[in-house]
């Protein structure tokens, strides 16, 4: 997958994890738990989905990359 | 039949669980002994003579705790919907007008706005404005939810900071009354989340009532391919070298599974393993009085929406002594929620505290004559409450402890479960978990926001 997609993987997830944000206002390099209520239990949704759906693993200690839109993109990408 | 997780009851911790597992993959299976769903907050209907026409009754729901506005951040409820993929206006929550704590001579009045009941406690009780704030800054700075905590005496810590005593019992009556299992007293913990539920968030009804919640439960547990059985009880817990590996049902059926939800209470999940536990059984439960009215009460007839009443100083929250104890009791009108429709019937739901084995003891007759008893008394205190209204009952409904346990296995009816809780779920049995009320969550939002952790806790997280 290209960089462009796997973000929009990560957006998709995003907007059905926390269906009252708006995903479109995200700023990439900003942490995204600071601009959305995303709590822990919330990112744990997001790794569940992305298990779901594209068969990704992210192991707990990897959690922390997963801090920024970027971090998401740069880090998935080339597991997908 | 082979599992993933196999789930012991459909009650709302139950079904939240189940959700959970099923959203992710996990083939899971709920087992419900009851003909529906809801548990200790489901719903039933009885025909009215006079008009022939159908009534929708919930069995508890007074309120749904932990108001939250639309995409409001960081709350429970908002959490919850979150967590189950349920959108906030699927349940049409309406706001409560306002709850009113009534004692001898004072009265504390409180609605979804916090401001409101500090307002009422710096003018009503001006001598304890920095005791009050101090106890407010403690709770906002208490982590609450730590699954590890022990037991701490609320009233010691209350005492410690406020200096009114008729203020320590006016803080804790609805919160006592609204979930504790402890007699007299609850745990610390259990006073923040319930202060914070209450008396920070508020009350809100679905449209619909108990069963809009209920409904949505299930469809989304369906949607994501769970299983539901009704019908179908729990009659043992299968254990292999003191680990759960399935149950066997009242059906004689064997279902498989290398993890067990139970919903069913600790004492009584321990029963169902035929192992020993050190749990007391609960002794606080409940009885209620509901009258259908011929008409709603006007705004300046009645416009509390629920009324925590007590006749004395103190307020005594313990096991009935005598089959009811009508010293206190919480009146809720649910045609005080916010709402455009004024027609249709009113409705009152008064509850006392009551004796389970007071009532078990009881023939037929006696049994309704007991329940009549407390019906006259019941509409007494609403009468007192709402002297200007004039009702006409046209349906009335009684329920008792020996009610609640004859729908939902409890030992003893009782309603906060156990005494003692277990804050990590984790039972003596390897694969074996408690969720819901003897978790130590409870209330509907409590019971399924247990149900939600412990399902990712142990049926998502520790499963891989
Ligand atoms: C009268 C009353 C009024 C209440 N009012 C409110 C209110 O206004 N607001 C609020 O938030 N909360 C209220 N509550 C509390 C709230 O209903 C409970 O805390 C909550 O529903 C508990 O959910 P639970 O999942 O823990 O347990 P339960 O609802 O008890 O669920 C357990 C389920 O397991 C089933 N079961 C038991 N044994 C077996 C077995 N062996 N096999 C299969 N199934 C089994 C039962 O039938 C039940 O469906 C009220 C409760 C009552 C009784």
């Not at chain 1, 209520?37 to 707990?60: A, G, T």
């Not at chain 2, 001898?104 to 979804?112: A, C, E």
């Amino acid at each position: 997958m290209s960089a462009e997609e796997v973000k929009k993987v990560v957006l998709d997830i995003i907007a059905d994890v926390a269906p009252d944000e708006e995903v479109s206002d995200i700023n990439p390099a900003e942490s995204l738990r600071d601009q959305l209520d995303l709590d822990s239990m919330d990112f744990l949704d997001i790794v569940m989905e992305l298990r779901k759906r594209h068969s990704v693993e992210v192991p707990s200690e990897d959690y922390p990359k997963l801090a920024t839109l970027n971090s998401c993109v740069e880090y998935l990408t080339p597991k997908m | 039949m082979k599992y993933d997780a196999i789930v012991i009851g459909a009650g709302m911790s139950g079904l939240a669980a189940g959700i959970r597992m099923a959203m992710f993959g996990k083939k899971v299976c709920v087992l419900e002994k009851h003909t529906i769903a809801g548990g200790l907050n489901s719903y039933y209907q009885r025909r009215i003579k006079e008009t022939k026409e159908i009534a929708q009754f919930d069995v508890g729901l007074h309120a749904l705790t932990n108001f939250a506005t639309k995409g409001e951040r960081r709350k429970p409820l908002t959490k919850m919907l979150k967590q189950l993929r349920i959108g906030y206006d699927e349940f049409e929550l309406c706001p409560q007008s306002y709850s009113l704590i009534d004692f001898p001579g004072k009265q504390l009045r409180f609605n979804n706005d916090f401001e409101l009941l500090k307002n009422e406690v710096y003018e009503k009780f001006p001598s304890e404005i920095d005791s009050f704030n101090k106890l407010v800054e403690k709770i906002n700075n208490y982590n609450e939810l730590d699954l590890n905590a022990t037991y701490i005496s609320s009233r010691e810590v209350l005492n410690s900071i406020l200096h009114n005593s008729l203020l320590v019992e006016m803080l804790l009556a609805p919160l006592l009354i609204y979930g504790s299992a402890w007699e007299k007293d609850m745990d610390f913990n259990q006073f923040v989340i319930m202060f914070k539920s209450i008396y920070m968030e508020g009350f809100s009804r679905p449209k619909g009532g108990v069963r809009t919640i209920i409904d949505k439960l299930i469809a989304r547990f369906k949607e994501e391919g769970g299983e539901l059985k009704f019908r179908c009880g729990v009659e043992e817990i299968l254990l292999k070298d003191n680990k759960a590996i399935g149950v066997r049902t009242t059906k004689g059926e064997e279902l498989f599974a290398p993890r067990v939800f139970s919903s069913a209470g600790l004492p009584e999940t321990m029963e169902l393993a035929k192992k020993e536990v050190n749990a007391a059984v609960g002794k606080m439960t409940f009885m209620e009085a509901i009258a259908l009215t011929e008409r709603k009460p006007t705004k300046s007839e009645f416009d509390a929406t629920i009324v925590f009443h007590n006749s004395l100083e103190q307020y005594h929250y313990e096991g009935a002594k005598d089959f009811f104890d009508s010293r206190s009791a919480v009146v809720c009108c649910p045609d005080n929620y916010e709402m455009d429709n004024r027609d249709g019937h009113g409705c009152f739901r008064v509850t006392f505290m009551a004796n389970y084995e007071k009532f078990k003891a009881l023939d037929r007759s006696a049994y309704l004559e007991k329940k009549e008893e407390a019906f006259e008394q019941a509409m007494g205190i609403v009468k007192k409450l709402a002297p200007q209204y004039e009702f006409r009952t046209v349906l009335k409904d009684i329920f008792t402890p020996t009610t609640v346990e004859r729908y939902t296995w409890k030992k003893h009816g009782t309603v906060y479960g156990s005494p003692d809780k277990i804050r990590n779920g984790k039972t003596d049995v390897d694969g074996l978990y408690i969720i819901g009320t003897d978790q130590g969550f409870l209330g509907i939002v409590g019971a399924i926001l247990s149900g939600i952790s412990l399902g990712n806790l142990y049926g998502l997280m520790e499963s891989e």
